[in-house]
């Protein structure tokens, strides 16, 4: 269903007059024993309004329904959808796979358990065809449950290289990035398990221009089973290896993230963060020794978080003060 590889003289000649939809685009989907949801992704995807795009699913080998389901919407939509089903490293190897064998012009993956908007694919294109600067837009999304429900509003914010650094503002399945971009930067780290897309944004960041644009373009789906709060430690190991090798500096929020979850194994999502003094004073170790190359750079942002009255709460809430009556004022 692509149409801008391998496009007729006239069609080139006329480049100028492109619509958006001129835009070939490539949506590719990993999964693994997804039965549960892929049907509402697949559906979210085949029912775009968008003419120009193709849709690649990477099975990595499921042993429930999945594949029959796969198999079953290929035979419906045969000029739409390809499926390729094989072993894999994970997530981050089928798309790597996926983007190798894409057509389009524009790349964009959506997991097995997250949905698109309608007009979600129009919407992203019509912006980079205004706008041949940017390397990628992305846009607002829902977090919803796994049985559909929403939770709240992903926290997406306008792109600033330097506070992407801070925190993920980038919500993945609302990305649509050139493939040549993708490319300039090396592409997707297949060694990576959960943090290949914030390690993808980052490099991208170094070099070219992203937009968020105000428009709902996808749900992301949380719950208990989804890789990102399965695999909290993970989550956050590789987000500050990745901040730690890009940009050479690790902030407060990604320690304190990773120390709060080490102490109390919180997910942080649905169990939300609880400051503690332990934690603040871990953080304060763990930092110096991930930054050690700009240890008073640390401590002064540590200095700047944790001032005298966050210092005094902390310490009078913990066991130790609260059992020997050693309370601060």
């Not at 332990?278 to 020794?289: D, N, Q």
């Given at each position: 269903m692509?149409?801008?590889?391998?496009?007729?003289?006239?069609?080139a000649?006329?480049?100028?007059?492109?619509?958006p939809e001129?835009?070939?685009?490539?949506?590719?989907?990993?999964?693994l024993?997804?039965?549960?949801f892929?049907?509402?992704t697949?559906?979210s995807?085949?029912?775009q309004?968008?003419?120009?795009?193709?849709?690649?699913?990477l099975?990595?080998?499921?042993?429930?329904?999945?594949?029959?389901?796969?198999?079953?919407?290929a035979?419906?939509?045969?000029?739409?959808?390809?499926?390729?089903s094989?072993?894999?490293?994970?997530?981050?190897d089928?798309?790597?796979?996926g983007?190798?064998?894409?057509?389009?012009?524009?790349f964009?993956?959506?997991?097995a358990?997250?949905?698109?908007?309608?007009?979600?694919?129009r919407?992203?294109?019509?912006h980079?065809?205004?706008r041949?600067?940017l390397?990628?837009?992305?846009?607002?999304?829902y977090?919803?449950?796994?049985?559909?429900?929403?939770?709240?509003?992903y926290?997406?914010?306008?792109?600033?290289?330097?506070?992407?650094?801070?925190e993920?503002?980038i919500?993945?399945p609302?990305?649509f990035v050139?493939r040549?971009?993708?490319?300039?930067?090396?592409?997707?780290d297949?060694?990576?398990?959960?943090?290949?897309d914030?390690?993808?944004?980052?490099?991208?960041a170094?070099?070219?221009?992203?937009?968020?644009?105000?428009?709902?373009?996808?749900?992301?789906?949380?719950?208990?089973?989804?890789?990102?709060?399965?695999g909290?430690?993970?989550?956050?190991?590789?987000a500050?290896?990745?901040?730690?090798?890009h940009?050479?500096?690790?902030?407060?929020?990604?320690?304190?993230?990773?120390?709060?979850?080490?102490?109390d194994?919180?997910?942080?999502f649905?169990?939300?963060l609880?400051?503690?003094?332990?934690?603040?004073?871990?953080?304060?170790?763990?930092?110096?020794?991930?930054?050690?190359?700009q240890p008073v750079?640390?401590?002064?942002?540590?200095?700047?978080?944790?001032s005298?009255?966050?210092?005094v709460?902390?310490?009078n809430s913990?066991?130790?003060?609260?059992?020997?009556?050693?309370?601060?004022?």
């Amino acid at each position: 269903m692509l149409h801008s590889e391998g496009e007729s003289p006239e069609s080139a000649a006329s480049q100028s007059q492109m619509t958006p939809e001129s835009l070939a685009v490539t949506i590719v989907t990993p999964c693994l024993n997804a039965e549960r949801f892929i049907v509402e992704t697949i559906e979210s995807v085949v029912h775009q309004d968008y003419p120009n795009f193709e849709y690649v699913i990477l099975d990595g080998g499921s042993t429930d329904g999945t594949l029959e389901i796969l198999t079953r919407y290929a035979a419906l939509y045969p000029k739409l959808i390809r499926i390729i089903s094989e072993p894999d490293a994970g997530a981050s190897d089928a798309i790597a796979k996926g983007f190798a064998l894409a057509n389009g012009e524009v790349f964009a993956y959506l997991n097995a358990d997250d949905t698109y908007f309608p007009g979600a694919i129009r919407t992203a294109v019509s912006h980079l065809r205004d706008r041949p600067d940017l390397a990628g837009v992305y846009g607002n999304a829902y977090w919803i449950s796994d049985k559909g429900d929403l939770l709240g509003s992903y926290p997406t914010m306008a792109f600033h290289p330097e506070d992407l650094g801070r925190e993920c503002f980038i919500c993945q399945p609302t990305c649509f990035v050139r493939r040549q971009a993708i490319r300039e930067v090396g592409g997707f780290d297949p060694l990576l398990h959960s943090a290949f897309d914030y390690d993808l944004w980052l490099r991208l960041a170094r070099h070219h221009q992203l937009l968020r644009i105000d428009a709902l373009l996808a749900n992301s789906r949380m719950h208990l089973d989804n890789k990102t709060l399965s695999g909290r430690g993970t989550v956050f190991r590789e987000a500050i290896a990745c901040v730690q090798r890009h940009l050479g500096y690790v902030p407060f929020q990604w320690i304190h993230g990773y120390c709060s979850y080490l102490v109390d194994g919180r997910d942080q999502f649905f169990d939300p963060l609880r400051p503690s003094f332990t934690k603040f004073a871990f953080s304060l170790v763990l930092g110096t020794v991930c930054n050690w190359r700009q240890p008073v750079r640390y401590w002064r942002e540590w200095c700047s978080i944790m001032s005298r009255d966050a210092f005094v709460r902390r310490w009078n809430s913990t066991w130790i003060a609260r059992r020997m009556g050693i309370h601060i004022r």
